[in-house]
């Protein structure tokens, strides 16, 4: 502790946060207030394109960003810490609309008020985790959890369905990506 308390006065902040290796977003009320290139370069636009934009721009659907900004919540409320894996959207560019595997991690500034303002980061897992099927939103929900390892019953808790309908859209998973069981699904989703 001391030794970083030594080095502050020399640290230029605002150049970490623009060469950080991952991409960091400031936000307030899941707005951008700021971001890096690093998020620039991800989502295929400027930082005068995102900046006071609402997140949803970089969601494949408006029902994604509203079913995980309610879900981000109790586990913001309770840890003050999220992270998952997730597909997102290229904003802008020449890829405008792909969709690319991201891995989202978040700290919320005021637990009572998650939303109110927090510190994000966002990295690509595209080149390890490319999107090769059309998927729908709850199918992206579901194959996400099923990377992370989660059961039926799990994913249901977590998506407030029944684990019923969670192995309806595992097995509608399993049609699209040709695989025999759910350890070869996830084995497939994580190669692409």
Not at 76 to 82: F, P, S, V
Not at 94 to 104: I, L, M, Y
Not at 148 to 163: C, N, W
Request: charged share 25%; aromatic share 8%; hydrophobic share 40%.
């Amino acid at each position: 502790m001391k030794m970083v308390q030594a080095f502050a006065p020399h640290i230029d902040y605002q150049l970490a946060f623009e060469m950080a290796p991952v991409g960091l977003v400031l936000s307030r009320n899941r707005s951008i207030v700021d971001c890096n290139q690093h998020v620039c370069d991800m989502f295929g636009a400027s930082r005068e394109q995102l900046v006071g934009q609402s997140f949803l721009v970089l969601y494949p659907s408006a029902a994604e960003y509203e079913r995980i900004g309610a879900r981000m919540i109790p586990i913001l409320n309770a840890k003050g810490l999220y992270a998952d894996d997730r597909i997102m959207k290229r904003a802008d560019g020449r890829n405008k609309g792909e969709t690319f595997w991201c891995h989202v991690t978040g700290r919320a500034l005021n637990r009572e008020a998650p939303h109110e303002s927090g510190i994000w980061t966002f990295e690509d897992l595209s080149a390890r985790r490319p999107v090769t099927a059309d998927l729908t939103a709850r199918e992206r929900e579901v194959a996400a959890h099923l990377m992370d390892g989660l059961t039926s019953k799990e994913i249901g808790r977590a998506l407030v369905i029944s684990h019923r309908t969670v192995e309806i859209y595992r097995a509608r998973l399993m049609r699209k990506y040709k695989a025999s069981t759910t350890a070869d699904l996830v084995h497939r989703l994580m190669a692409g």
